[in-house]
């Protein structure tokens, strides 16, 4: 039987792991975590199912990740929304036609509105970037007031540096809505699983093909050495799929690539409820950037007790989870290098955001691990 390694047991490395196993391969996935399902991960607190590294909401247009995943678990239908404090209102994220109607006069709303409907087609999602760019100066000044009260304040949050040194692909992720549609999402595919993350993940892993090793630092038994893998010590010709920092794979030869980190902190409440939505942004106040609770994505409702999480973004150093690539012109010509050093290694497949250094959503990541595998199948 064929040997697959897969270094790291998040979604990304079980999702390609479970598509080899089914196809006939004995799997040896490493994890240096004590448990499976990486950034979503998820555990009961005091009677809630907490995500243990920040909000996880399925959400996808692809057909085949929702009924790949759907193989694992039920789903129940969820529709993210997100309040952001602006001007001590709590207002709909992404901004839209509701936002301006909560912070404007009404008949200035109303104007604004109808200014906005001649300029963008109804349901437009429009990047504040080349919103700020639009030739009507009324359409700029509502442009410069949410990139001044809704993205600059939060953007230096979380990512340590101003909205302009960003790149457009992390400034692009939260749009301006021209509509009243105030989901955070608007894709076909929205849910959650019933019984969480965690749980899913588990019946992900529960093939015979498939072994688990938790608390297994993979690089202590994986090395790369002149363009071979080797396991153990020994060369290792099975493909190998690495879900890791790319850059540690390779010793840093190049440097190390810039991450940012959250920390989180879990408060008990002893009321039912805390916050109207599950998450609410904080721009322009405090150190923490976000507040979610959890339990409010639960079929289940708990009475009487509840758990909110504060996010504390920060820089990444050696002793934190790595979990925001900084992409950057710098950053990105460091990256390359190293996804050279992998396209020279015989069999090494890199795979995830850690190991693309890409700012990938959950339903891409799953997207792009069933298509790995199916090309690593087509080559053996």
């Not at 997100?82 to 200035?108: A, H, M, T, W």
């Not at 072994?211 to 297994?216: G, I, L, M, S």
């Not at 990541?365 to 080559?379: G, Q, Y």
Request: net charge neutral; proline share 5%; charged share 25%.
């Amino acid at each position: 039987m064929k040997q697959v390694i897969v270094a790291g047991a998040g979604i990304s490395g079980l999702t390609a792991a479970r598509i080899l196993a089914e196809s006939g391969y004995q799997v040896t996935i490493l994890e240096k975590r004590s448990h499976i399902g990486g950034n979503v991960y998820d555990y009961f607190y005091s009677g809630v199912l907490v995500h243990k590294y920040g909000p996880h909401l399925f959400h996808t247009k692809m057909r085949h990740v929702a009924e790949f995943l759907q193989r694992f678990s039920g789903f129940f239908p969820y529709e993210h929304r997100v309040l952001g404090e602006v001007r001590g209102k709590l207002v709909p994220i992404p901004f839209n036609y509701k936002s301006i109607d909560e912070l404007y006069p009404p008949k200035q709303a109303e104007h604004l509105k109808q200014v906005l409907s001649e300029a963008y087609k109804d349901g437009d999602s429009v990047p504040i970037m080349e919103l700020r760019r639009h030739k009507d100066p009324e359409v700029k000044a509502l442009a410069e007031f949410v990139f001044q009260n809704v993205f600059y304040g939060y953007t230096k949050k979380q990512w340590g540096k101003p909205p302009e040194e960003m790149s457009s692909s992390v400034m692009g992720r939260v749009p301006v809505r021209m509509s009243y549609d105030d989901r955070y999402f608007t894709d076909e595919f929205q849910m959650m699983p019933e019984q969480g993350y965690t749980v899913m993940m588990e019946r992900m892993a529960g093939h015979r093909n498939i072994a688990v090793r938790c608390e297994c630092e993979a690089l202590s038994c994986l090395s790369v050495q002149d363009g071979q893998v080797y396991f153990d010590g020994e060369r290792f010709d099975g493909p190998v799929i690495y879900t890791g920092c790319i850059d540690e794979l390779f010793g840093y030869r190049y440097g190390r690539l810039p991450y940012r980190s959250l920390d989180f902190v879990l408060e008990r409440r002893n009321v039912t409820q805390a916050q109207p939505v599950v998450q609410i942004n904080y721009p322009n106040r405090f150190v923490y950037t976000r507040t979610s609770e959890f339990k409010l994505v639960q079929k289940e409702k708990l009475e009487g007790r509840t758990i909110l999480v504060y996010e504390y973004p920060k820089e990444c150093t050696q002793e934190d989870i790595p979990y925001y690539p900084v992409e950057s012109e710098k950053s990105m010509n460091v990256y390359q290098k190293y996804k050279l050093l992998a396209e020279r290694t015989a069999n090494l497949h890199i795979l995830g955001r850690l190991g693309e250094y890409k700012y990938y959503n959950m339903d891409v990541s799953v997207d792009r691990a069933m298509k790995l595998a199916e090309k690593v199948i087509e080559k053996l």
